[in-house]
């Protein structure tokens, strides 16, 4: 080879290397210009993507929408709310814990009723992981005072009208409805006071039912235990609520009304785990609750709030004594698989995801729905609300009489954002959507709904079990500076009954 070829092939290769590179470059610019949002979200973590801003606003201002046009009933409708209500006090697990000198978490387990101080955390550390919500009975009086006095003693720690009753029964008040609760008054509560069109029917008392709400933040630390959500854990150790306390004076009331109401709430009775019951008790308080749920009128519709339940004996009850009589439910993504399980198997089930997929759920309601209707219940169950922190899914049959369903999907997502973030003007700076941007219908089949920001409230009708269904699914604008997670389910119930009665 010559010397001038020898000199002319560098040249040639560090052309083509050059011109390699320049692709090279030009790809990667590329790739960070398509995700120039996403980086800089990762450089600037307080400025937020603008294609995902826009794409809350545009859900936001959707179903603000539906809110706006969503005409109220001229007449209050009459609802009664039982049972119980206590005094929920709120304080940080941090700084509770810290106070308490609880620095170790034992192996999470579940026992239910709580006896100790190595199960009740325990216990927490189990639905901790989990970032799931519980609530729980305290058998040792002790323990559980000495845990409401130190959270008394916290600056941030601060207190609230409580009790599944009590809360559902002031959001129905608040939203137009009048409305009769079936729950003890203790004039520790004079100080938070109900709505006016509610009124307390139920004995008076000198010291409410104390529940503690003990809250926890995302990513959250107990020793080495770490929370994928904000959540909380309840504890209590009630006196009133087990005993059914307010049910003579609000069953008088409810049958002797002169027009039947549109609707009959029960819920609460998870106050009757771990009680310390006489042979029998127990089940004479169901068969209160059953005939009280049999006497309602045709036209007034009855709907059963579930909870957080262990107690396979009691979810046994609530299976034979209050669901044959529940027109509709109302539950969480913890609380569905439990009722789920029981219906086919008769025994309860372990912690639920606390993200659930969209198909998973509807799955589950159809089954439940299915599940029902081969036990030929007197009133055969036409409404289901599953409530969790990404997604609102209301199931209606059709011709039931429950109206405006899609209403009280977007409803149910707006009342989720202000009751977590404390307040009714929604900061979209404070949001976050955890909903898919598309969803299966169902884990079985390729049918996939898109969510649409400028409509996305998802509605459709379908066959279940052969009868006609209208099922809908709203995106929740997730509150991201949490202030407080208790009472959200029993909110977004009140809100959402009282659009559909």
């Excluded at 901790?128 to 323990?143: I, N, T």
């Excluded at 399980?341 to 198909?359: D, I």
């Amino acid at each position: 080879m010559s010397k001038e070829k020898q000199r002319e092939t560098p040249s040639v290769w560090s052309t083509i290397k050059s011109a390699w590179k320049a692709t090279v470059f030009v790809a990667v610019l590329a790739v960070l210009y398509k995700n120039y949002d996403d980086l800089r979200s990762l450089i600037y973590p307080h400025r937020e993507p603008n294609i995902e801003l826009k794409r809350r606003e545009s859900v936001l201002q959707a179903l603000l929408s539906i809110e706006r046009n969503w005409a109220r009933p001229a007449q209050a409708p009459v609802a009664y709310v039982g049972f119980g209500s206590c005094l929920d006090i709120f304080t940080s697990s941090k700084e509770l814990f810290a106070k308490m000198g609880f620095v170790t978490a034992p192996e999470p387990k579940e026992f239910g009723v709580l006896h100790n101080r190595e199960e009740l955390l325990a216990e927490f550390g189990y639905y901790f992981k989990e970032g799931a919500a519980a609530e729980r009975y305290v058998a040792d009086r002790d323990l559980f005072e000495r845990l409401v006095e130190a959270a008394r003693s916290i600056k941030s720690t601060r207190s609230a009208l409580g009790g599944n009753a009590p809360v559902i029964a002031n959001r129905m008040a608040r939203e137009g409805a009048r409305v009769y609760l079936g729950g003890q008054a203790g004039d520790d509560l004079d100080q938070f006071g109900l709505h006016e069109r509610l009124t307390c029917a139920g004995p008076k008392v000198k010291s409410s039912d104390i529940h503690l709400i003990v809250e926890y933040d995302k990513n959250e630390k107990f020793d080495n235990l770490v929370a994928p959500r904000a959540n909380r854990f309840i504890v209590h150790a009630d006196q009133y609520n087990p005993v059914l306390a307010s049910y003579d004076q609000f069953v008088g009331e409810f049958n002797q009304a002169k027009t039947p109401p549109q609707l009959l709430v029960v819920g609460g009775l998870q106050m009757m785990e771990g009680y310390p019951y006489e042979e029998g008790e127990r089940d004479a308080y169901f068969t209160k609750i059953r005939t009280a749920m049999a006497s309602a009128a045709e036209e007034t519709k009855t709907h059963f709030e579930l909870a957080s339940f262990v107690d396979e004996t009691i979810m046994s009850k609530i299976k034979d004594d209050v669901l044959p009589y529940s027109d509709s439910v109302g539950m969480n993504e913890q609380e569905l698989p439990n009722l789920l399980s029981l219906m086919k198997t008769g025994s309860t089930t372990k912690v639920a995801p606390a993200y659930p997929r969209v198909a998973s759920v509807l799955d589950q309601m159809r089954e439940i729905y299915e599940l029902a209707k081969a036990e030929k219940w007197p009133r055969l169950m036409s409404r289901m609300h599953v409530h969790n922190i990404a997604f609102q899914a209301i199931m209606v049959r059709q011709g039931s009489g429950w109206r405006k369903t899609m209403t009280a999907t977007a409803y149910s997502a707006l009342v989720a954002h202000r009751h977590v973030c404390q307040t009714d003007d929604i900061d979209l700076a404070n949001t976050r959507l955890l909903m898919d941007d598309s969803f299966s219908r169902s884990i079985t089949g390729s049918d996939r709904v898109q969510l649409d920001p400028e409509r996305p409230v998802s509605c459709w009708s379908e066959t279940v079990a052969g009868d006609q269904f209208k099922i809908c699914v709203s995106p929740v604008l997730v509150c991201t500076k949490v202030k407080q997670t208790a009472g959200g389910g029993d909110n977004i119930t009140g809100a959402g009954l009282f659009v559909q009665i």
